[in-house]
């Protein structure tokens, strides 16, 4: 059995050698911290993770990941959208019992968690081939993939020129009782009234709302649901399961409007993580390239962060000459304010 000052002396080598490895980049001592983290992960032989990926495609990254390091026991939940997540590791910090290893979860949950400690920061050599708007400059998350928000409609019931170009076409009357939108977007609606400014975005979304829209919960469904023709379009919708779904066949194509609206599904370790290493050796897998063009990109269509990752569905965005705008960190100040306003103006109260 390990003493505590052995464990401590074998975490103390891990932290310097992960603080050489990142700042110098050599590869003696990227080599010696990647031989550390397997033998630590070894000895704590599991990882529990929280993610808010879709489990069977998080299922074959975990795949990917044991054929590499087979002695360390996966166990993989998603307990559903980003706030459950987070209220999740809340309690069980509050309990005193922590048992999540790495957590997957929206830019502005990360920050909640961030602000209570319950984040570990972690230098993943990974993170060098980011790109400087995909990671917390402090090292405590990375994006797991990039989310951009675009418009969607169904090819059999809208032609590609009838398509709406501009967030004033969905204002049209042939919009009217055509468009479902997601009862949770208000990320998407917030960080719109803090570019066009809150009056001129509140008389849009005002008017938006005025569209007679079919709110419904779930990014799946409603993509689901317009490729069926249930719905012939939709206000906003997750960029990447719109495209997977076109590449598979379904009669649904997307258009990204100015500005188009990016969050970042970002993912880190638990600050009380009780399996480090193994957290550290996951998180360098997923960050490396092999994962992040292969499986997310590729496989998955979740464009990276990685400047060294070319992605087609990124491409036909800056094709479009659209300004991307980011979902900031800022907007948890006045959460409550925007979910007020948002429930008001789209009556879901």
Do not use: C
């Given at each position: 059995m390990q003493t505590k000052i052995e464990r401590a002396g074998a975490g103390g080598l891990i932290s310097l050698l992960v603080v050489l490895c990142a700042i110098n980049h050599s590869s003696l001592a990227c080599a010696a911290e990647s031989s550390a983290l397997v033998e630590g992960a070894r000895k704590e032989g599991r990882l529990v993770i929280y993610s808010l990926l879709a489990v069977p495609d998080h299922s074959r990254i975990v795949n990917h990941f044991r054929e590499k390091y087979p002695f360390v026991e996966v166990s993989l939940t998603r307990p559903g959208a980003s706030e459950r997540i987070t209220a999740r590791v809340m309690t069980e910090a509050r309990a005193g019992r922590p048992l999540v290893d790495v957590i997957g979860i929206s830019r502005l949950n990360?920050?909640?968690?961030?602000?209570?400690?319950?984040?570990?920061?972690?230098?993943?050599?990974?993170?060098?081939?980011?790109?400087?708007?995909?990671?917390?400059?402090?090292?405590?998350?990375?994006?797991?993939?990039?989310?951009?928000?675009?418009?969607?409609?169904?090819?059999?019931?809208?032609?590609?020129?009838?398509?709406?170009?501009?967030?004033?076409?969905?204002?049209?009357?042939?919009?009217?009782g055509q468009l479902a939108f997601e009862q949770t977007a208000i990320e998407w609606f917030a960080t719109l009234l803090r570019h066009w400014g809150e009056d001129k975005g509140l008389a849009f979304m005002r008017r938006l709302a005025g569209q007679n829209l079919k709110i419904l919960n779930g990014n799946t469904l409603?993509?689901?649901?317009?490729?069926?023709?249930?719905?012939?379009?939709?206000?906003?919708?997750?960029?990447?399961?719109?495209?997977?779904?076109r590449r598979r066949g379904a009669p649904i194509e997307w258009v990204a409007l100015d500005p188009t609206v990016v969050d970042v599904v970002t993912i880190g370790i638990a600050a009380n993580a009780p399996h480090p290493n193994a957290a550290k050796l996951y998180l360098n897998h997923v960050l490396s390239r092999n994962v992040q063009e292969t499986l997310l990109e590729e496989q998955f269509v979740k464009p990276s962060g990685r400047t060294d990752v070319k992605s087609a569905f990124m491409a036909k965005i800056r094709n479009a000459k659209v300004q991307m705008i980011s979902v900031d960190d800022s907007l948890g100040e006045r959460w409550e304010h925007y979910e007020k306003l948002f429930q008001n103006i789209f009556k879901l109260q």
């Open positions: 990360m920050t909640a968690l961030i602000q209570r400690s319950l984040i570990m920061n972690y230098e993943s050599p990974e993170r060098a081939r980011f790109d400087p708007a995909f990671k917390d400059r402090n090292g405590f998350w990375t994006a797991f993939y990039v989310n951009p928000e675009v418009t969607a409609y169904n090819t059999r019931l809208i032609a590609s020129t009838a398509a709406p170009k501009a967030y004033g076409d969905l204002l049209e009357p042939r919009w009217n409603i993509t689901q649901l317009v490729a069926a023709g249930e719905h012939a379009g939709t206000v906003s919708l997750n960029g990447p399961r719109v495209e997977l779904t």
